[in-house]
């Protein structure tokens, strides 16, 4: 980080500033030129308030140099990171795919996804049971009763289950759940984040709908810097200024996040695109991008689904998906994830 000073900075001020500096446990480098006098920072200014310096009378500017987190950023772990889910793995080469319906509807819906995605090759089932919808008046969930149909299916197919926590107080209740899904809603609450930190659940965290970057990771930061590792992010479209599509796929997100960080990053293509029909070639865009996995929504009755009907695969378009997913993962030289 680089502090620049004001051209009348006085000798006393600047010595104060040094003190402060020195007493956050940071190393200076000062530099007098013709033109600029700077104040180079080193060692970890991850936790340096830069609003601060800046309100400092005698600070013209700050410039950070390096990122503001440190347990995400690949800088410190080069090693990508692999979230094992009971020996289901996602990252690394490792590839996963999540799927099943946006919403837990009944007992009769969720078996009769869960069986045919297992069938096809998903290793994690995926479903709603507390849903943050924009209109109060919407289908909000079965939450508790929802759950409880999720538990009954793992049980039943033996695949761990992924599911949306909307705050800290149900974490008790989210127990048996094997990875706790952060809604994009909920990217940036921060105390939901700071209470999953404390656990050592898989956290599945969305991007939030029009957060940059260096936002997303900052949010991986929160949970990590409690002392969870386990964090998947998962890009799921971006707010833009295009109507045909519910949300813009931002594909460089993989790139970007994987070269920045070693966490696992995974495509959500249903929430992306909005769409069913483009899930399909959004995904080959995401394997070809370099991403460990998909999440993807399926229903085995998409016109009557109480939630993201149009952009849910049946289960026979699904299996067709899941055969295209596998040789393209594999071409990639990555291994297909699958329970037992
Ligand atoms: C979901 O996965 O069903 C969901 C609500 O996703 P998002 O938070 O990305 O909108
Ligand atoms: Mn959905």
Redesign the pocket.
């Known amino acids: 980080m680089i502090v620049i000073l004001k051209k009348d900075a006085q000798k006393a001020k600047i010595d104060s500033l040094l003190q402060t500096i020195d007493a956050l446990g940071l190393k200076t480098h000062y530099s007098q030129g013709d033109e600029t006098t700077i104040i180079g920072l080193i060692g970890d200014t991850s936790k340096v308030d830069t609003d601060s310096l800046l309100a400092n009378e005698i600070v013209s500017d700050v410039r950070r140099i390096s990122e503001p987190y440190k347990a995400a950023n690949r800088r410190f772990h080069p090693e990508d990171t692999v979230v094992d889910v009971g020996g289901v793995k996602i990252g690394q080469g490792f590839f996963s795919i999540i799927a099943g319906p946006?919403s837990i509807e009944s007992e009769a819906q969720l078996t009769t996804i869960a069986k045919s995605v297992k069938q096809s090759g998903a290793a994690f089932l995926?479903g709603?049971a507390f849903?943050?919808r924009t209109s109060p008046y919407s289908f909000q969930g079965m939450e508790n009763d929802g759950l409880k149909l999720l538990l009954a299916a793992k049980k039943m197919t033996g695949l761990p289950i992924v599911t949306?926590i909307m705050s800290e107080t149900q974490i008790e209740d989210f127990e048996d759940v094997d990875v706790l899904?952060v809604?994009?809603?909920n990217m940036q609450n921060f105390r939901l984040l700071k209470e999953l930190g404390k656990t050592r659940k898989p956290i599945l965290l969305?991007r939030g709908l029009s957060s940059t970057i260096e936002e997303f990771l900052m949010s991986a930061e929160y949970i990590m810097a409690g002392g969870n590792p386990n964090v998947i992010l998962?890009e799921?479209g971006i707010r833009t200024f295009e109507t045909m599509v519910r949300n813009t796929l931002d594909i460089s997100a993989v790139p970007l996040l994987k070269r920045q960080s070693h966490l696992p990053v995974v495509i959500?293509p249903s929430?992306a695109a909005g769409i069913a029909w483009m899930v399909e070639p959004l995904s080959r865009a995401a394997i070809a991008a370099g991403a460990d996995g998909l999440?993807i929504?399926v229903h085995n009755n998409p016109k009557e689904a109480l939630?993201?009907g149009a952009q849910s695969l049946t289960p026979e378009s699904f299996d067709a998906l899941m055969g295209q997913v596998a040789a393209r993962a594999a071409f990639e030289g990555k291994v297909m994830s699958r329970h037992g």
């Open positions: 946006c995926r709603g849903k943050p949306e899904q809604g994009a809603r969305k998962c799921r959500d929430h999440m929504e939630c993201d």
